[in-house]
């Protein structure tokens, strides 16, 4: 047990060691794109998409280009063969994490919005982090461009 502890231990002191260093124009690059496609595909195409991969609408305003959503996952079930108890918090209680997601959006003319999308995590502590993990925008963006070109596909 103790040989697991350590092992993780390093693990993660691994990981926080060889975080990059994210300047804010790379954050920006990273966070944002643009579609050609009409204003309401794309505020559509964005909230189909949150929807589809479990998150809840907590809020959005279609004239102020702004959508806000949270999804809760469950921490309990075993990651790497690691037993659910060390994801507990001092009460037992499985931890959790909520991911909170939103993006703004704004006409740069009839057929190109450009979006800002931003990612942040919070633990069962209320702990916020930001998520700056290029595979997760990536894969947001290509889910929210097939939306958009099946929409169009539909005569929307």
Not at 1 to 24: E, N, Q
């Amino acid at each position: 047990m103790k040989m697991l502890l350590g092992t993780l231990a390093i693990l993660h002191l691994y990981a926080c060691a060889h975080t990059p260093k994210w300047t804010p124009q790379q954050r920006r690059a990273l966070q944002m794109r643009t579609f050609e496609a009409s204003y309401r595909n794309v505020f559509s195409a964005i909230k189909t998409v949150l929807q589809d991969d479990g998150y809840q609408i907590k809020s959005q305003d279609f004239s102020g280009g702004l959508i806000a959503a949270t999804k809760n996952i469950d921490n309990s079930v075993k990651l790497f063969g690691i037993i659910p108890a060390l994801l507990t918090d001092e009460d037992g209680k499985a931890t959790r994490t909520t991911y909170e997601i939103s993006f703004s959006l704004e006409k740069i003319n009839k057929n190109n919005i450009e979006t800002r999308l931003t990612l942040a995590t919070y633990d069962s502590n209320n702990n916020a982090s930001e998520v700056i993990k290029p595979e997760i925008y990536q894969s947001i963006y290509r889910n929210i461009q097939v939306e958009i070109k099946r929409r169009q596909a539909k005569g929307r």
